[in-house]
């Protein structure tokens, strides 16, 4: 079946660098890939998505590229402020089934410090 | 516009107990499922509901059960609960079911149930 992996799993940066997770997929039919930040006790919240017919996808400090070929998608985060301190998810749509149903990455702990 | 609603947020049951969880969805979302996030792992997918049906189930065993109503709003169920079971149950909401060729519509998840299993 699809398995997402993902790394790294702790990230450690200085306010104002740049953050980068990366992740690789299995099965080269899924064709949806969000990526979804999650505060302690608190639900994922969706902060960007990227769709298999697009390379790359930018919105104001988030980024996402993905490349089929290798089967790899990364989120790259700008100018970190310490309230990107989180734990993000990368998910992969399950191929041949409805669209709503992911596997997820293990996770990434991103601390943000000033 | 209220976005995915879950309740109760947190519970504790004892093992061999039977729970309830429920979920609205995202105004204007027809498509609900359920994930459970065992602590410091990612959401692993338990189904998805559909025009009222269970459209497709990830690898969880039938003690797991669910309904979605005519509103879209949608039940989980679980029997017989295993001290394992404890986790962070998320509810997601979406537009529609794609298919093979699904292009992607956006998924909102809800804040989740805490379920304790003592």
């Known amino acids: 079946g699809e398995n997402v992996e993902q790394h790294p799993s702790t990230l450690s940066v200085q306010e104002g660098d740049s953050a980068v997770i990366k992740c690789t997929y299995s099965?080269?039919?899924?064709?949806?890939f969000p990526w979804y930040k999650q505060e302690l006790g608190k639900g994922p919240q969706l902060i960007i998505d990227i769709r298999s017919n697009v390379g790359e996808k930018k919105d104001q400090r988030i980024a996402v590229t993905l490349n089929k070929t290798a089967k790899h998608f990364s989120l790259h985060i700008t100018e970190t402020q310490p309230e990107d301190s989180a734990v993000y998810f990368c998910?992969?749509?399950?191929?041949?089934?409805?669209?709503?149903?992911?596997?997820f990455g293990k996770g990434t702990t991103l601390s943000v410090s000033s | 516009d209220a976005g995915v609603t879950q309740s109760p947020t947190h519970l504790i049951k004892t093992r061999g107990q039977q729970v309830t969880l429920r979920c609205s969805p995202k105004s204007g979302h027809d498509t609900v499922s359920w994930y459970q996030q065992a602590l410091g792992q990612g959401p692993q997918f338990i189904f998805q509901y559909y025009e009222e049906e269970e459209r497709q189930r990830g690898n969880f065993p039938d003690r797991f059960s669910g309904h979605q109503f005519p509103n879209y709003s949608s039940e989980l169920n679980v029997n017989a609960l295993l001290l394992g079971d404890s986790a962070l149950y998320l509810c997601a909401s979406s537009v529609g079911t794609g298919g093979m060729y699904w292009t992607g519509n956006t998924i909102y998840f809800g804040e989740g149930s805490w379920l304790t299993v003592v």
């Open positions: 099965d080269s039919a899924s064709n949806y």
């Open positions: 998910a992969a749509s399950l191929p041949y089934q409805a669209g709503t149903a992911l596997i």
